[in-house]
């Protein structure tokens, strides 16, 4: 505010018999494009006696503050109409990128967020700042490798595209408590106003972490209420890698490739589009390598839910099961923890074990499944003697296989897989040598170990006892 005497203002009223009068004027510059009326009185001011002393300095912040605010509306106009830019966040996509990917099945948030970094480091190969995660490899032998792989550190990148120079930043921003990292956001920018070159990019960047993710399969675990990917996705397992007794494999992914193949049955029927299976048997006898090599046959994810996990829950349990990502198996393992023991009157006793999720509870979820897309639960259990036929009942169980201790067949098919180059009587041999020198029931899980033990050396895998 400034105390001045008003001598004539064009466009003010100024009562003729009063122009003594003190005026007290709040005057706003709002833009270096503001009327003609204040460098008037801007004019008029500097005549004034009580205000010009100080006017050269005002008059000069007050051009700098003006031409401040010109440069930042030019900008933004400039960047408004000569440059198009995209936000992709830790969330997912915005603005209309959400539209163009609606249709596609394969869109998740996250998943978006993490094409889009990997496409950009192949583009921005050059730069100079970069974060590095690690790739993790298991093969079916259980043999562990990792990879060194390298994204576009939080910062400035440039990199060219189809011919056009584009500026990526990356923000790491403060921390998502619900999804417990770091939220974070990519800003694509780039010369012309031809939006449509983002649609090439998330196109280009999903085909090629598809056809990556193609040979591998993504296990989900769960977190609070939501499911989420767990590590890197494993190479996928070959089915015949998994050494089964005669004939199991086969009924097992013939019988689930079925029902995959009868949506329309179960929906004209009203019947849950559902199917429970139940391996059991005793521990390493291969049952969870072969629900996941049946994931990756099937081309399917899998979430896995350890009912001995003290934090779950009967309700989290049916939750999760329900909202299961499309086209995955779920893993029910060791389901038997949810038996509680029970005194001779058929009270549950009072239960030390860590499980918190009930037999009850686990029958409601069997029956709860909903949704119309297929649902495929696979359970395992060590101990199918504590489980009574209430969970056997179809619908809850429709089928239920025994996955044994090694048989002889198992032990000459998985010594020829194993060493390729022996012979037909090699196989026989390890049949003998093992009965011989393990007279008990052996599982496959230690009758790999044995073959890793003399993995160079076929002879000795047939000569050295069994530990
Ligand atoms: P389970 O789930 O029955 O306890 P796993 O599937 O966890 O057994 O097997 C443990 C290890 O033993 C895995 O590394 C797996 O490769 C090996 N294994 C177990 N059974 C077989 C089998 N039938 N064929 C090939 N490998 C097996």
């Known amino acids: ?20 009068h003190v005026y007290s004027v709040k005057i706003v510059v709002r833009s270096c494009f503001s009327s003609m009326a204040i460098g008037e009185l801007i004019g008029s001011l500097q005549n004034n006696p009580y205000f010009g002393a100080g006017f050269g300095l005002v008059g000069l912040t007050a051009a700098l503050a003006a031409g401040r605010k010109a440069a930042i509306v030019a ?25 163009v990917f609606a249709d596609s099945e394969k869109f998740e948030p996250d998943k978006s967020y993490q094409w889009i970094l ?30 060194f792989a390298y994204i576009p550190s939080p910062g400035i990148h440039f990199f060219r595209y189809r011919g056009s120079i584009f ?12 999804a417990g990292r770091p939220y974070e956001v990519v800003t694509l920018t780039t010369l012309g106003r031809d939006k449509s070159i983002f649609s090439f990019i998330f196109d280009e960047a999903r085909t090629i972490a598809l056809a990556e993710a193609a040979n591998k399969t993504a296990t989900y675990v769960p977190f609070g209420h939501e499911w989420r990917v767990f590590g890197q996705a494993r190479s996928k397992r070959p089915i015949d890698s998994v050494i089964l007794d005669d004939g199991v494999a086969e009924t097992l992914v013939s019988d689930v490739e079925r029902f995959l193949s009868s949506a329309e049955w179960y929906h004209k029927r009203g019947i849950p589009y559902r199917r429970g299976y139940l391996l059991h048997g005793p521990p390493g006898s291969g049952k969870s390598s072969f629900i996941f090599a049946l994931a990756g ?16 829950t009967d309700d989290r349990l049916l939750h999760l099961v329900n909202t299961a990502p499309k086209d995955s198996l779920v893993l029910l393992e060791d389901i038997d923890c949810s038996v509680r023991p029970r005194t001779d009157d058929g009270h549950p006793e009072r239960w030390e074990g860590l499980s918190r999720v009930t037999y009850s509870g686990l029958l409601n979820t069997l029956d709860g499944v909903v949704g119309s897309d297929a649902r495929i639960l696979m359970m395992t259990t060590n101990h199918l003697e504590l489980l009574d036929d209430t969970i056997t009942r179809p619908g809850r169980v429709d089928v239920k ?16 897989r194993f060493f390729p180059t022996s012979s037909e009587s090699d196989g026989d041999e390890f049949v003998r040598h093992v009965r011989r020198t393990y007279p008990r029931p052996i599982s ?12 160079d050396d076929p002879k000795a895998a047939l000569k050295q006892p069994i530990q």
């Open 75 to 99: 900008w933004s106009g400039i960047r408004r109409y000569a440059f198009v830019t995209c936000e992709v966040n830790s969330k997912g996509l915005k603005m209309f990128f959400v539209i």
């Open 167 to 178: 500026r990526c930043e990356r923000v790491r921003e403060q921390m998502d408590a619900l």
């Open 118 to 147: 990997e496409w950009i480091t192949r583009q921005s190969y050059r730069t100079q700042h970069v974060s590095m995660c690690t790739e993790f490899y298991e093969d079916e032998a259980g043999r562990i490798s990792t990879r």
């Open 297 to 312: 046959h099937l081309n399917y994810s899998i979430c896995v839910l350890n009912l001995s996990d003290p934090s779950l």
């Open 401 to 416: 296989v025994l996955i044994d201790d090694a048989s002889d067949r198992q032990l000459k098919r998985a010594f020829l």
């Open 1 to 20: 505010d400034v105390k001045l005497r008003l001598l004539d203002i064009e466009g003010l009223n100024i009562p003729d018999q009063a122009p003594d």
């Open 444 to 455: 496959m899980a230690r009758i790999q170990g044995h073959f890793l033990l003399h993995r």
